[in-house]
């Protein structure tokens, strides 16, 4: 298991729940939500400061694929997001599945008798938590990192 802090991403439309780990990789917690700015790089500054201010190894992006693995407008998105940060030049990004981790963290708030729609922002941390966390553990249990690395140059087209 490679030390070091990673910040685990979970790139929606209006928000970005972000996440971290402790140094031994062990746990993830919720960080905070950053707006999303639609028509700049707000966010993208933002995510590479915190990143900066925790000495992140690497940032874990959620990669949204549909239940048969297919890709959807969300998964241009999210991809599109992770390409700019990689490009950003901050740590290190990696693309890791993250079907139903919305849902899964949804199921889990309402579980303790609280309206997911009246916290969104709550609930985009802890969807980045549950992404970081299996990645985390996928990581341990396999012995290699996690996803699929993105370089600091998008591909052109």
Known sequence: M???VRLGVDVGRARIGVARCDPDGLLATPLETVPRDADGDAHLRLLVELAAELDAIEFVVGHP???????????DDAVGVAEALAAAGGPPVRLVDERL????AAKQFRATGRKAS??????????????LQD??????SSGTAPGTPLSATPPSD
């Open 118 to 131: 009246r916290n969104r922002h709550v609930i985009d941390q802890a969807a980045a938590v549950v992404l």
């Open 2 to 4: 490679r030390r070091g």
């Open 101 to 104: 981790t919305t849902v899964s």
């Open 65 to 75: 694929l549909n239940l048969q693995g297919l890709a959807t407008p969300s998964t």
């Open 135 to 140: 990645a985390l553990d996928r990581e341990r």
